[in-house]
């Protein structure tokens, strides 16, 4: 009946009495990869929470989250583990654990090759270094590893390349395209990168306002101007479009 | 560095030899001499109540420490144990079994340190040094709690201050109910293992990965301060082992639950038993209460690990 994987219905999410997100409607399928844009404090992360059932309940003013057509809450947490991976802004590690056992105890479906994802994502001098000794970028990656290790097709990824630099910010690009099927949302603010990663884009506007489209009908100078409150301009060149913020 | 099966091994195997080893010196090792009858009457039992309550306070802390995601957790320091010693005083005072009380002790102690830490618990900052701060400051009160019972209670009835303080091993008994404990704490630790270990992870993870969380940290909450009432109940508030065992054995490369669970009941077996025979042996025939002795190993222990962070 109904192939989104995740759905929204007049979503509405409100911080300190501003709404970040306005009564959206909206839904993503297996092999669509959405970007979520918007300023900073617009709501991206809270909306990514919201997306993963993690959300802050005090936010949610209307509005429900539906996986595979059913309320996000109604859903009992260890089918929803096999539904949805999520992956965190910033990893909270406490106690010392090896990376390949990590990602062990993120299996829900044992479909994936733990190695083979590490290979995949350039981690695989990491397999067996303890989380609490990685840098920021490799810390991230295996952080990438481990929700895509979890075997969920819906994967919600709260600034996958904050600390990447440029080579592993293509890497994980490239990565994502092969992950024919999954449904993705992934929040990020490099216009260029999400030119390359995403199919489809999201745009919180300041007023809580949302909106949605295809990859190149989503990114328009006047559209990113709205969204970023700043002036773009494409500049047309032999590898293809690139934005600039002025 | 997670440590390689064959590594396991060896370190498993250097623990349990540690463990006989000191077993042996403190049947052996003693004002009186090698009297075999002694050995039997007096010595053992002592040694096995301080095996059964090394275990049960390591336990504690295992448990705590994945109850509240902080390295740092340990039922002393953060007023279970006191909450026992108090709950135990006051059962004395109204004529009840004396171990019923401290394991409500225990309870209520543990349960307001997890009212406390509910925020920090909710968030990703679930690791913060506030929540040791909370805690001790909880382990202040009860102290003086204790402190207040044991001046009001007429004398003969009550073993002295020290035994409910600090702990002491000299004249504790329940051998038999420490030891089975210790091992039942280990049977149920080890049952859950993937889960505790995802709860490491962090509460929203372990959410993420479909454990029930809440479910999961009453367990923890309520087999951790049983353990600290019944270890408190035989010997007073002892301090320490239950910080000092995991993280030792932390550092030494034991990372799973799965492995932790029985090798931190021996270690802390092995710890108490030493502190135990280093404390009637230092200035015998005088013996010092064990608690003293491991507060001076472990309070140090514990500034350098505050100190230097959880790394």
Known sequence: ?246 | MPLTGTRLAWLAGALVAATLAVLVASLLIGSAGWDLELIRTLRAPRVAVAAGVGALLALSGLAMQALLRNPLADPYVLGTSGGAAVGALLALMFGVTMAFGAAAGALAAGGLLVLLARRALACSDDASPRLILAGAMLAAVFGALATLLLTLTPEQRLRGAIFWLVGDLSGADHAGATLAGALLFTLALRARHRAIDRLLLGSEAAHLLGEAVRRLRLELLVGASLAAGLAVASAGAIGFVGLVVPHALRLAGVQRTRDLAWLTPLGGAALLMAADLLSRSVVSPIELPVGAVMALVGAPVFIVFLLRGTR
């Open chain 1, 1 to 246: 009946m109904n192939a989104a994987l995740i759905q929204t219905r007049a979503l509405t999410l409100a911080a300190a009495g501003r709404k970040l997100v306005h009564a959206l409607d909206w839904q993503a399928a297996v092999g669509e990869r959405w970007c979520v844009i918007g300023r900073n404090a617009a709501g991206k992360s809270t909306l990514l929470r919201a997306l993963a059932g993690v959300g802050d309940a005090a936010l949610h003013q209307g509005g429900e989250v539906c996986w595979l057509g059913r309320a996000s809450r109604d859903w009992p947490a260890a089918d929803a583990a096999s539904l949805r991976a999520f992956l965190p802004q910033q990893p909270s590690d406490r106690f010392p654990i090896g990376v390949l056992r990590l990602l062990e105890l993120s299996l829900v479906q044992p479909r994936h090759d733990a190695r083979a994802l590490l290979a995949a994502l350039d981690a695989m001098a990491l397999a067996e270094r303890n989380v609490l000794e990685l840098s920021g970028g490799e810390r991230q990656r295996v952080a990438l590893a481990q929700c895509a290790v979890q075997g969920a097709p819906l994967l919600l990824l709260d600034e996958p390349v904050a600390f990447q630099d440029p080579a592993h910010q293509l890497q994980v690009a490239q990565w994502l395209a092969t992950l024919h099927q999954h449904a993705l949302v992934i929040s990020a603010h490099d216009v260029n990168w999400i030119a390359r990663a995403a199919t489809h884009v999201l745009a919180l506007l300041p007023d809580g306002r949302c909106e949605q489209g295809t990859v190149a009908t989503m990114l328009d100078a006047e559209r990113l101007a709205r969204v970023y409150g700043c002036a773009w301009r494409a500049v047309d060149g032999e590898a293809g479009r690139f934005w600039v913020a002025q």
